[in-house]
């Protein structure tokens, strides 16, 4: 009988799918939940619908042709913008090779360029802020640059969001809700702080809402309207050099200044992010740091610390006496040779331990004969039982044996008497 192996349905779909190219066909694509994130990331590629186009077929895209559009997207945007373009790609094809629209991802070998971008980092001081709080038009636009330079909140997305009834007026708190972490375990929510900066802002905007407001901003809460064009506005209105992100610099200033003061992971649950992206993207260095570190270095508070953490060693001075040092150096040195000649002569041929205690009875006369200096004690009492191998530090010593405790000491004696 002979027996024929046909195929599963499931074995025949691990094959590739039918051609699908970018955009049209993988439109339905983005209906199931695991694919919907990557194909979101595809659509918000920047230059792939102008280099790929949007009939591409998805197979005929080779690693070479990956290589060509990261080259032409470094003539053409910045190099963190390059950076987050590669990123979204290698998941978008990473996706299409797990549902078997290809039977591999082109983007594995492009190498992602760096995502920070030092260049943009800016630290905006209270000086500065406060004149371009002073050229605010409203007491909610006061609000909305305190929000983000004393409060550390995100604009417009946590701003917006943020409630009368998010305000904890007794504990000094208030609740901020980050869409982008709402997949975290905590939903996107964190209390932070009312800081002393911020409060006359919203106790401002309390005074002032309408009866039965929810939410503290709600004048520009529009979509139409942009906030970042109108901050930029009022940047210019106060007269001071607008800064490269308006918003983000203005958050990442207070997690700066926090982190000064408050232990990083306590200003990351505050602020709402991790170390890893606080040191990447949000902390800098400041002129305070610069003029700190220059006053402690003049001050001497530095050379002071460095010296306390490790002593220096005595060194020989006028005002010491030479003659005590060459007696003190002369005094180590023959107690050196009589510790030498002791070992030489008497304990280097009977091993660690005595065979019995008149062996170390004699030894003991021996050594107490020998040495000089200040008197000493052994600080452990050795127990040996008799007619048996001695033991020194034993803790324990046998019922039916006579235990002798031995004391070495030493008396002073003048160290012409010890022979070399």
């Keep these: 009988m002979t027996c024929v192996r046909t195929r599963s349905p499931r074995e025949s779909e691990c094959g590739p799918r039918r051609p ?117 038009p409203d007491a909610e636009w006061r609000l909305l640059v305190a929000l983000s330079r004393y409060g550390g909140v995100r ?17 000094s708190r208030f609740k901020a809700h980050a869409p982008k972490n709402e997949a975290h375990e905590d939903g996107g929510d964190r209390w932070v702080p009312i800081f002393p900066e911020l409060r006359p802002f919203l106790e401002e905007a309390f005074d002032l809402a309408a009866e039965g407001a929810v939410h503290v901003i709600s004048r520009y809460r529009e979509g139409t309207q942009n906030l970042r064009t109108q901050l930029l506005r009022i940047i210019a209105r106060a007269g001071v050099e607008p800064w490269p992100k308006p918003f983000h610099n203005l958050r990442a200033s ?8 408050f232990p990083l992971h306590v200003v990351c649950a505050w602020i709402g992010n991790s170390k890893l992206i606080a040191a990447k993207h949000y902390l800098t260095v400041t002129d305070e740091d610069f003029r700190r570190g220059a006053d402690g270095a003049k001050s001497g508070a530095l050379p002071a610390q460095n010296q306390a953490q490790q002593p220096a060693a005595p060194t020989c001075t006028d005002s010491q006496d030479l003659s005590q040092v060459l007696v003190g150096c002369e005094s180590m040195r023959d107690d050196a040779i009589c510790r030498k000649s002791l070992q030489d002569n008497d304990l280097a041929r009977a091993g660690l331990e005595p065979a019995s ?12 004969n020998s040495i000089t200096g200040p008197s ?14 001695l033991r020194p530090g034993h803790p324990y010593s046998r019922s039916n044996a006579t235990t002798t405790h031995v004391t070495l000491s030493r008396e002073p004696r003048s160290r012409a008497s010890c022979t070399r």
């Excluded at 000493?376 to 191998?389: E, I, K």
């Design 20 to 136: 699908a190219v970018l955009r049209k066909d993988l439109s339905s694509w983005q209906a199931f939940p695991p694919a919907a994130g990557e194909f979101s990331s595809w659509t918000k590629t920047r230059g792939s619908a102008d280099f790929f186009g949007d009939d591409r077929d998805l197979a005929s895209i080779t690693p070479g042709d990956c290589d060509a559009f990261l080259i032409w997207m470094r003539e053409h945007l910045s190099g963190a913008t390059c950076g987050r373009t590669v990123k979204r790609a290698r998941q978008f094809f990473g996706a299409a090779v797990r549902h078997r629209y290809l039977t591999e991802n082109p983007f594995t070998h492009v190498k992602a360029p760096p995502t920070t971008n030092e260049s943009r980092k800016a630290f905006v001081s209270r000086e500065t802020i406060q004149k371009v709080i002073d050229a605010c």
């Design 155 to 171: 604009c417009p997305s946590e701003t917006l969001l943020l409630s009368w009834g998010d305000i904890d007026w007794e504990r």
């Design 254 to 261: 207070r997690e700066t200044e926090l982190a000064a003061t």
């Design 357 to 368: 205690l008149a062996a170390l009875a004699s030894k003991t006369s021996m050594y107490a």
């Design 376 to 389: 000493f004690t052994m600080g452990r009492a050795a127990r040996y039982d008799s007619g048996q191998v």
